[in-house]
């Protein structure tokens, strides 16, 4: 295949045109570098959206896709399938405690979807509470929780949800929004789109404390958070554990794949039947999955994530521009927060061979894959001391 830009532009014109485009065609990738259609080499900086969790074309996954796709490519869920078995072993060894019955979608939303139905089904309740400024997601439910106007208002009459959405971090908004009809309480440890905000352990607490007074569940949306931070859960590896905790974006390394992770009580409360998908679990992604999980386990990417997250953020801090208002995050997991709109920045970075992401318009992310090393850590630092001081 050798498809030039303009070839690409204009097939591309068939789609609804949802995206703001960014002008350059990514056909390859090798590590922590892509490469566009011309040749260009970036530094991959954003794993498209968090995804990308061992970089690209990673020769171990690589090989355990390739070997599956000579096996079998779908088995459906009605069938036992040892791929998914395997998916299903490693995220054993990383769920937490008593956390461990698991619904596998192709999606971030679709996996917040499972967890709003399952809080409906074993509370008999249907009141939610979220967080201003979280996002979780596109599909309907999923979309009623998500704070931002602007994806919400178009669609208002038909979310069918009743969702008070409190401040983050704020104790008493979240004391008096939880009640006996509150079916769940959803937030997201580290808030992504919103600006890499991290939650206060003292309000996760007082969440998970709530939740118990009032009988309601307790959802984590970690799709974003989940396995950069240092840890395979923010969440727990913080002592707060929800009873259920939603992933996705990084758990297979770009293959579409969303797990809700619920108790066995929730679990045990589910109708047989009420709820599916016909792709979710499927052998090719689940083994893309269990081979995802394995590599971060035995390479220890999580430690990693950590040990460059920390020494990203620290030169990012002594980088000395008057253009940063602040920096925060934690392991790959950051965002600068600017003094002026982040979008000429991130058209600068990106002139200067560097993708990153915008969480909002002030903000620049960063979700790197998990494989970067500080040579890619010094690399992000250098752009970012020419752009903001250019
Ligand atoms: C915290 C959070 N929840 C849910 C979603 C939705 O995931 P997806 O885009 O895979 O549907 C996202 C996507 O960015 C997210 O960051």
Known sequence: MNYDLETIIAAD?????????????????????????????????MSNYGVASLGHAHPAFTAALTDQLGKLTTAHQSFYNDARSMFLEEIARIAPKGVGRSFLSNSGTEAIEAALKFARTATGRSGIVAAKRGYHGRTLGALAATAEKKYREPFEGILGQAVTHVGFNDLEALEAAVSAETAAIMLEPVQGEGGIHLADLEWLQRARDLADTFGAILIFDEVQSGFRTGAPFYSAANGVVPDILVTAKAIANGLPVGVTLVTDAISDGVPGGAHGSTFGGNSLIARGGAETLRIMREDDLYANAAGVGAYVMAKIEALESNRIRAVRGTGLMFGIELKMKAGPMLKALQDRGVLALMAGTLVLRFLPPMIWTEQQADELVAALADVLNG
């Open 13 to 45: 014109a068939a789609q609804i045109p949802l995206y703001a485009k960014r002008d350059i065609a990514l056909v390859r990738g090798e590590g922590s570098y892509l490469f566009d259609s011309t040749g260009k080499r970036y530094l991959d900086a």
